[in-house]
Nanobody
């Protein structure tokens, strides 16, 4: 079993920055993929950014150039640095990991005021 614990959400003004962290713990043999999803009210959950063990990353178009995902393999922790935040980034952000199956964090609220 893998547990994911997120931190770093909050309220910020448009143009501001936040950094999300997600620490994985438990029985971890190999986490192939870690990422961040978000879900805004009335919308489907979407993949914001992902990173694999080699360090290769991918981003949804709306956050390219503003968000950066990184991973500390020694700590089994993934980060999401969010800069130039916009009101449309407001959502609950979920950490995700794949290690033989899907694992999800509990979610952290990010609210960007205009």
């Amino acid at each position: 079993q893998v547990q994911l614990v997120e931190s770093g959400g909050g309220l910020v003004q448009a143009g501001g920055s936040l950094r999300l962290s997600c620490a994985a713990s438990g029985t971890i043999f190999s986490i192939n993929f870690m990422g961040w999803y978000r879900q805004a009210p009335g919308k489907q959950r979407e993949l914001v950014a992902g990173i694999i063990g080699s360090g290769s990353t991918n981003y949804t178009d709306s956050v390219k150039g503003r968000f950066t995902i990184s991973r500390d393999n020694a700590k089994n922790t993934v980060y999401l640095q969010m800069n130039s935040l916009k009101p449309e980034d407001t959502a609950v952000y979920y950490c995700y990991a794949f290690s033989a199956r899907d694992y999800w964090g509990q979610g952290t609220q990010v609210t960007v005021s205009s």
